[in-house]
């Protein structure tokens, strides 16, 4: 086995071992987290058995795709989203985890191609109202939801969020589950959802026990991430 592919088989060890701490006999995805890293690691974690791959800046991605094309990846793109890049955001990509606006919702509502199942979007909730993250607030959920399910191309599938770092238990599950109880509240609303995007590499283990459905992780599979250099500073 390669390294990756080494990586790859313990994270989803320790998926099942937080798994069986917090009581789930749920399914929990991972979503590889493949940022910065060349396409060949792509690959050979995708020889290794891992389909979904999440992706956050947009050129960078595509160029990953075109070289790609022979590996049946589900892409997913989970970093902020500016407007003038919804419609290759739209065209390119299975999932998006980062809406959390209405102008989002429209845009990406009109560039999916009709050829192709609507876009699974996630709403992205800034739990932790941090300046400096994208994300909408809890007050504007129901609104940005009803208007995901108003669009046929689109399908609303849930929340993401990227809750401020600690490095305390505790602290990780009580930011959590301010995610959990706004999707909770969501569906008690009537809006279908089946996904909780919630947890990386440094708090998934809180993540799950607050009822993660998705879990993103990327140094832990593909180790380090490399230096980049790119011409695009967001989206």
């Given at each position: ?39 060949e690691q ?90 400096s993250k ?102």
């Open positions: 086995m390669t390294i990756i592919a080494n990586s790859l088989q313990a994270v989803l060890a320790n998926i099942r071992q937080a798994q069986q701490d917090a009581g789930r006999h749920d399914y929990i995805r991972l979503l590889a987290v493949s940022k910065a890293q060349p396409a792509l690959r050979e974690a995708f020889q290794a058995g891992q389909t979904a791959f999440g992706e956050n800046y947009l050129q960078e991605a595509l160029a990953k795709q075109a070289l790609l094309t022979d590996c049946a990846i589900e892409w997913h793109f989970i970093g902020p989203i500016q407007s003038n890049k919804t419609t290759p955001i739209a065209e390119y990509f299975d999932w998006v985890h980062s809406v959390d606006r209405l102008k989002l919702v429209k845009r990406l509502a009109e560039a999916r191609p009709t050829g192709k199942p609507p876009l699974n979007v996630c709403i992205q909730l800034n739990s932790s109202a941090e300046a994208s994300g909408t607030d809890i007050l504007q959920l129901a609104e940005l939801a009803a208007a995901i399910e108003a669009e046929p191309r689109l399908k609303l599938r849930g929340l993401m969020s990227i809750p401020a770092p600690s490095k305390d238990f505790a602290t990780q599950r009580a930011q959590f589950r301010i995610v959990r109880n706004a999707f909770l509240a969501l569906q008690a609303q009537g809006h279908t959802l089946d996904t909780l995007s919630i947890g990386m590499s440094d708090d998934y283990v809180a993540a799950i026990h607050e009822g993660a459905t998705m879990i993103r992780i990327g140094s832990a599979i593909f180790g380090a991430r490399p230096t980049r250099n790119r011409d695009e500073t967001t989206a």
